[in-house]
């Protein structure tokens, strides 16, 4: 099943999942530690309170916004997903914010690989259909969305930690791309 079929079928902590994991990956890019976004995990844990996700969602923004610097396209994209996150978790907002997200973490790390203009195509196209031509990369983060996707179908609230631990070495494989992209720049 293609990613775009995933996110079109997933329920709406399926979808909050899928594009939390997709900021989370980011975060690196916000000044955000490993920590960052662990609230708002939580928030998504059986036994949390449901106004939980909006409350914790203000706090994770006040925190990175304070943080955050720089301008670059990937920044942005990550400041995008962080800003766009709906405080309900329910309804289109929802579906369209995991769809954004997917698509956002996608172009972060296609620029992060040093992609050229062309190839924004070719990232949006792979959520369709085969992955072929994709960099490492790319196809690694389009690997992680779609096996966050299947876990929580798959398994419902109990593929939240399975979803977290895929996020966390998407996570640190964003920050070594991130650093070897600064070596290489500066």
Do not use: F, N
């Amino acid at each position: 099943m293609s990613l775009v079929e995933l996110i079109a079928q997933a329920d709406e902590r399926g979808l909050t999942v899928s594009g939390l994991a997709c900021l989370d990956r980011c975060v690196p890019l916000l000044g955000g530690d490993d920590e960052a976004v662990r609230p708002l995990w939580a928030s998504l844990a059986e036994d949390a309170a449901p106004g939980d996700w909006a409350e914790r969602l203000e706090q994770t923004r006040a925190k990175l916004d304070a943080t955050a610097d720089g301008a670059r396209d990937c920044v942005a994209e990550a400041r995008r997903m962080l800003a766009t996150a709906p405080a309900e978790r329910s309804g289109a907002a929802l579906r369209e914010w995991a769809d954004a997200c997917s698509l956002g973490a996608l172009r972060v790390h296609r620029l992060l690989d040093g992609a050229v203009a062309g190839d924004a195509a070719l990232a949006d196209a792979c959520r369709e259909g085969p992955a072929e031509g994709l960099s490492p990369l790319l196809a690694a983060e389009l690997r992680r969305q779609t096996a966050v996707l299947e876990l929580m179908s798959a398994h419902g609230p109990a593929g939240l930690r399975g979803a977290l631990e895929v996020s966390t070495e998407g996570r640190r494989v964003l920050r070594a791309a991130v650093s070897r992209r600064s070596r290489r720049d500066g």
